[in-house]
């Protein structure tokens, strides 16, 4: 069964779960603005006009489209109906909603999911003109919920993808373990790590972050030039892939031993044993039913109870179609993460777990690893780094 | 000069032309949902939290955005005040706000120009609630004209990538002419212009579009396995590329000659020529300051007035960072393209002129060129296709 299909159907399921009668996703010009929904909707191919794709709480599961996308359409072998009009998609879409007379439509609007906040403001007012007039203006809902499950709610095809992207990102941490040499910059272990990520046929999943010693830029910025590998540097590595649209995303860290060195010294040691600590404990707590506030406050509590500065980014985000995946979060109640992070944790949800803290005159120590929430707990989906990689140069 | 610097300086100039006090562009998570307009505000890169991009009719280039994205904006090197925060943006833009009182903001909603809305309706909503209370809230407008004007009216850095674009598309043009032999399917012709594509370091700006003698799906169908070149068959192809992010659209034609032809059959000169007749009479009148339906209506009335079927398109869509891009739109006025065909032209808009009509048992004619608007007329930026390319085979 092609992935379409298999969350299509998810689709219908959730519809039934939550009551509400139809699924409405409205687009245009997909390759200018791409609603991030249509990745369950319909292959990897564009629309052009206005088109509507509609999943039905019945089963059904129709297209209204511009005349000239009928057949990428059908070619997708999904939709029971597809209808391609000319001039205006408006006669075509109050028929079919008089046709089925739901009495809640949700559309792709959401204050705190962007993945599901496709719906442009532009296109909510164009179809609240379409419906000007019928009873079904009323009846709009936001689709988050809904999408919150259909995203999260990971099926088997897409987990495999997860575990293969994971698979490939390790083997990229590896590499940079072996590549490493003195006096080399963060470029050029970025540069590294594209060329190996073409070389495997996938895309990053996110630029790769390189932090090399204690004056790297944490954070989301790109490599430096000017930053050179030296002994007594902690480097950390941020690399996910794509495969087959699905990504990974982990963090791996490095110290280079100083000379005479045996082990890192001490601050060092217990920057990072508190970092897996961290992670060891949350990842026991995570399971179905749990708010993800909850398991973000444990790993938080620990660093600060350790007297490091609190990391200030939410512990674990969603993986799957984007790299930072919508709905439930492990973060802190912080105004910028709206309600996900009082969104329940779900069976089948991919997560990471990651946080830092930073050593004065080494660096920033920080991991992530990707997880799978499971019936009572959670699985490890990358093999956990649990031993700080040495590095004699 | 970088093309984000030149293209955020033209937006200073056009927000003085049209007396609107900022342009404010507010994002989150841009690698889930890509507003259009950040290729005009930033390199390549993702944002992450909620961030607000402000430039000011008196020249100010503002950034508030996540306290981990400011290396990445700092990096552009366009923004003069770069503000990163770290729980919530609303406190950082009330004072930017406050600082400017601005009479006018423009945001990114549009309900006819998809390239202008690039405002989610929960980011909308969002936005009502960071300025609730202010007096900013019934300041709002729509940034469609300086949308419209920012995109349409291309610098010289835009039309020089635009010119390379159609320079790549006309030679794989050219290869698919050596390319085709009798029996050769659809999808053959298409995966040796998805390979050429590759090789010349570019990506598709569209699916190619293949369309093989009388049988063949028009429109945007796939190209498909089982319909295969043979004698008597006209052969349309629709390729474009991107090259530098910005898109070049071109159709050709070729006729496969039957044994014993020397010319076509009658009925497929005359279809040709009408289409290349209804192109140069429409380019002829293709200025500034007329409106995008008037110029659609002159190839429409002679395809008409031949006793074709109309063609259920526009005849020219504006191209540049996207191969379909919004703003005037010379075509019909049909509710589907809004107010788009009742735009007017502008000097340095780079439009598409095409138009098809059918053949019974040859297939789908079809012309379509790249030009540019001049201060008084138009240029072809690709070199025109006057003659059908007859194949013998």
Not at 159 to 173: D, L, M, T, Y
Not at 261 to 287: D, H, Q, Y
Request: aromatic share 8%.
């Amino acid at each position: 069964m092609n992935l379409v299909k298999q969350k299509t159907d998810q689709a219908i399921s959730i519809l039934n779960e939550l009551d509400i009668d139809i699924w409405l996703t409205y687009v245009r010009k997909t390759s200018e603005i791409h609603d991030p929904s249509l990745y369950f909707l319909m292959e990897d191919s564009w629309l052009t006009w206005q088109t509507v794709l509609l999943i039905t709480k019945s089963g059904k599961k129709i297209a209204i489209c511009g005349r000239y996308d009928v057949t990428n359409l059908e070619k997708i072998g999904v939709y029971d109906t597809i209808i391609g009009y000319d001039e205006s998609i408006k006669t075509d879409l109050i028929k079919v909603l008089d046709e089925i007379d739901p009495s809640s439509i949700a559309i792709n609007y959401s204050i705190d999911n962007v993945a599901a906040d496709g719906l442009t403001h532009g296109m909510w007012l164009r179809l609240n003109k379409l419906l000007e007039g019928t009873p079904y203006l009323e009846r709009l809902v936001s689709s988050e919920k809904l999408l919150a499950a259909l995203r999260g709610r990971k099926t088997e095809l897409e987990i495999n993808k997860i575990k293969k992207a994971v698979e490939i990102s390790e083997n990229g941490h590896k590499k940079v373990t072996e590549f490493i040499k003195l006096e080399m910059s963060e470029e050029d272990i970025e540069k590294m790590l594209l060329k190996f990520t073409k070389e495997k046929g996938v895309t990053v999943s996110y630029p790769p972050l390189i932090h090399v010693g204690a004056t790297t830029s944490i954070g989301h910025g790109k490599a430096s030039s000017d930053i050179k590998v030296k002994r007594g540097d902690l480097i950390n590595v941020d690399y996910g892939v794509f495969f087959e649209g699905y990504a990974s995303d982990l963090q791996r860290m490095n110290y280079i031993l100083r000379e005479g060195e045996i082990m890192p010294p001490k601050e060092v040691v217990r920057a990072f044993e508190t970092v897996i600590r961290a992670i060891t404990t949350s990842a026991e707590k995570l399971k179905p039913g749990v708010y993800g506030w909850e398991v973000d406050k444990i790993a938080r509590d620990i660093v600060i109870k350790e007297g490091y500065k609190e990391f200030m980014h939410a512990l674990g985000h969603q993986i799957g179609r984007n790299v930072h995946d919508s709905g439930c979060l492990l973060g802190p109640k912080w105004e910028k993460y709206g309600n996900s992070p009082l969104m329940l944790v779900e069976e089948n949800q991919a997560f990471t777990l990651e946080l830092h803290v930073y050593v004065e005159n080494h660096g920033y120590c920080s991991i992530e690893e990707d997880v799978l929430v499971t019936k009572d707990g959670c699985e490890f989906l990358s093999v956990r780094q649990l031993e700080l990689s040495l590095i004699r140069l």
